[in-house]
């Protein structure tokens, strides 16, 4: 679970702060180390095959999944925060990588090059995310909305299932993109080239894996499959019906290597880096929050970071590649009884022991059933029921989301990330371009002033509007804010005041400040006074030191609504009527 401490009240010393396994070393419990044996090894159950399954999905050799998983799970250990978090390799960042290490290949690249350029590539992303956490950059998981984190992982699925078909069938295609992609695996089909065998195999992996974890979801359905289907493999002599296999691994515990790559390499994998850190570090946030939230503990985003990055760099310089969260893998630690990240050094000595003495256990795994690991993964990711709620919530996200998905799907894995992260920002820069706006009266038996366009009836007083800006006063929308004004102005002939009820203006930058003179002054000319009431003090303090109150009248600013309306009504004499009175009377409807 995320990192609590004891007493909030009391600063916890250095190497709890920042290196949290000293802490729960300090504290572990006797009572804890069976619990968390068993879940170590029902957990490298896991971690074997499919860290082997999303070692072929980044374009590198299987074994590296292990050395990989072995070495993140040690880092994370010592560095991590959270007690069951499991790091690993991830079906979300696998075409990241291949996205990012494929252009540097040559046609048929030595698969040694791609090692060295996948462990770079994982070193980077981990300087990245331990630099951000010491610098206390944590936010920047929040660069990714909900609503265009659901549609790039829809795309990524969309993206990760079409590349794994021909796998699934035993053939292989040779196409760069999801269209093209989709062409090739057809005129493969329709041309002969799957083998029965081999797409038998897959397809029934993928059922089985999709139907024990709806009809049993507390066995393990990878380790299942992978059994059965490496049995058949071996029982029926598969190999000699054209059935790829893992084969038998290498043996022996991942050397210390230093990723050997040119200088004109580092550039693109930089890019990929900062890309695949954003991802990462927005997954085991969402994940770390949904684990936390279960026994209210808080989630130390800044140490989640360091925790990442050494756990990638240990990673890269062990032949392996970038690591992230898997909240498949934790929810089955956390079930079989985790209390610390013992679990997962027990994970890595069995991955280890299988290394060391067991290399050829995994040589009869067919490759059709590592490409329905990959895809059963890959449907995971997809988040249909969200997406279906954004479009009865709200359309404007629903459709960020199809955008990002589109752009994951057709523009590619790393561009379709930026563009995510884009639609992110311009969200929060529309909401502030265009805030929404109300004009204000008094609903009978309500409490307040309310949104006249939710209670048409609402009452009004004659003379005054109560106008409201949902947003900080910037550059960006104080053309609409004076727009707003002037228009209220000059539609009622009766006007007199205008309160802007300030509460939700929580700046005024210097291009507002300019446009508030200007307006007042334009305002008194047409008999009108600008009120601002429930202005933050923050905001006040800047309205006078931008000297604005030598034009409006300090007086117009009022503590509260409603003692800027009691003021107004003290001045006029006005009585609050409905519309309809007004109306009959002759009066503005405003």
């Known amino acids: ?33 069976p619990k968390d044996i068993v879940a170590g090894l029902v957990l490298s159950a896991l971690l074997v095959p499919q860290g082997m399954a999303y070692a072929e999905l980044a374009g590198l050799p299987p074994v590296t999944g292990l050395y990989t998983s072995i070495l993140c799970l040690l880092g994370y250990a010592i560095f991590g925060p959270s007690r069951v978090l499991v790091l690993g390799p991830d079906s979300s960042l696998g075409p990241m990588i291949a996205a990012t290490i494929a252009p540097l290949l040559l046609a048929n690249g030595d698969p040694a090059r791609a090692v060295a350029l996948a462990s770079m590539l994982a070193v980077m992303v981990g ?5 951000a956490g010491v610098a206390r950059f944590g936010f920047v998981a929040d660069l990714l909305s909900k609503p265009t984190q659901i549609g790039y992982m829809n795309g990524l699925a ?47 992996s993928l059922v089985g894996i999709l139907l024990l974890n709806r009809l049993l979801p507390k066995l393990p359905s990878v380790l299942i499959v992978v059994v059965l289907a490496a049995v058949l493999v071996n029982a029926f002599d598969l190999e000699s019906h054209d059935v790829d296999t893992v084969g038998v691994l290498p043996q022996g515990f991942p050397p210390f290597t230093v990723p050997a790559v040119s200088w004109d390499d580092l550039p693109p994998l930089l890019i990929g880096a900062f890309a695949i850190a954003v991802v990462a570090l927005a997954d085991t946030m969402s994940t770390a929050s949904a684990f936390a939230a279960r026994k209210g503990d808080r989630v130390r985003g800044n140490q989640e970071m360091v925790g990442i ?111 995510a992260v884009g639609l992110s920002i311009l969200n929060v820069f529309r909401r502030t371009w265009w805030p929404h706006q109300a004009e204000l009266g008094r609903v009978e038996g309500i409490a307040g002033l309310h949104d006249t366009e939710s209670y048409p009836d609402a009452e009004l007083l004659r003379g005054l509007v109560v106008y409201r800006f949902d947003a900080p006063l910037i550059f960006a929308n104080a053309r609409m804010f004076s727009d707003k004004v002037r228009e209220i102005a000059t539609d009622d002939p009766d006007l007199r005041w205008i309160i802007v009820a300030a509460e939700p203006i929580t700046d005024v930058d210097t291009t507002a400040s300019d446009m508030l003179q200007e307006l007042d002054a334009w305002l008194n000319e047409h008999g009108v006074s600008l009120v601002f009431a429930e202005m933050k003090d923050p905001v006040r303090e800047k309205i006078e030191r931008y000297e604005l109150t030598r034009t409006i009248d300090p007086a117009h600013f009022l503590p509260t609504l409603d003692e800027a309306v009691a003021e107004y009504v003290r001045q006029t004499g006005a009585t609050w009527r409905s519309p309809q009175a007004e109306a009959d009377d002759g009066g503005s409807r405003r």
């Open 1 to 33: 679970m995320a990192s609590v401490e004891e007493r909030p009240d009391v600063k916890p010393p250095w190497w709890q702060e920042y290196v949290p396994a000293v802490g729960v070393a300090k504290s572990y419990e006797r009572a804890w180390l």
């Open 158 to 204: 969309l993206t990760i299932i079409v590349g794994q078909l021909d796998k699934l069938f035993g053939f292989s295609v040779e196409a760069d993109g999801l269209v093209a992609e989709v062409r090739a695996f057809g005129a493969g089909l329709a041309d002969g080239d799957a083998n029965v065998t081999a797409a038998i195999l897959g397809i029934g």
């Open 309 to 419: 990055g050494a756990a990638n760099i240990a990673a890269g310089f062990f032949q392996g590649f970038p690591v992230s969260t898997s909240g498949s893998r934790t929810a089955v630690a956390e079930q079989a009884g985790s209390r610390s990240q013992v679990t997962g050094i027990v994970g890595a000595a069995m991955i280890t022991v299988v290394l060391v003495f067991a290399t050829s256990l995994m040589q009869y795994v067919p490759q059709p059933t590592l490409g329905a690991i990959v895809i059963a993964a890959a449907l995971s990711l997809a988040d249909i029921a969200g997406t279906r709620r954004l479009w009865h919530q709200r359309r404007t996200e629903f459709g960020l989301s199809i955008i990002a998905l589109l752009g994951v799907a057709f523009l590619g894995v790393l561009p379709g990330i930026l563009v």
């Open 127 to 131: 300087v990245v995310m331990v630099v």
